[in-house]
């Protein structure tokens, strides 16, 4: 009832730039955070290991970063259209990894928070 859809990414080179964008739709009462947190190469198969937060904001739009991304990362949020995206520029070999978009929603006035989560998509620095 709820999806998560992501779009951009792909392969640049070191320095270079990447956009993501998530758009959140379905039966959705409102959105507490949103944000991207990814998974590099290799991690998944790590027991317990988690997916790291890359860049969160809130409904009010007070953000948080990864110090590893904090100056060349910018996350940004249209609360009127339920979507969230995060510009990267010079971006470095160590930030390939797929990255997930999360949003934290209830479908009722009166329901439980859910975290709910995008696909995922590639994004690769490499010369």
């Known amino acids: 009832q709820v999806e998560l859809v992501e779009s951009g990414g792909g392969l640049v080179q070191p320095g270079g730039s990447l956009r993501l964008s998530c758009a959140a739709s379905?039966?959705?009462?409102?959105?507490?955070?949103m944000g991207w947190y990814r998974q590099p190469p290799g991690k998944e198969r790590e027991l317990g290991k988690e997916?790291?937060?890359?860049?969160?904001?809130?409904?009010?739009?007070?953000?948080n970063s990864a110090d590893s991304v904090k100056g060349r990362f910018t996350i940004s949020r249209d609360n009127t259209k339920n979507t969230v995206d995060l510009q990267m520029t010079r971006l470095k070999p160590e930030d390939t990894a797929v990255y997930y978009c999360?949003?934290?929603?209830?479908?009722?006035?009166?329901?439980?928070?859910?975290?709910?989560w995008g696909e995922g998509r590639q994004v690769t620095v490499s010369s």
């Open positions: 999360n949003a934290r929603l209830r479908i009722t006035p009166t329901g439980s928070w859910y975290d709910y």
């Open positions: 379905g039966r959705i009462f409102s959105i507490d955070g």
């Open positions: 997916r790291e937060l890359v860049a969160s904001i809130s409904s009010d739009g007070l953000t």
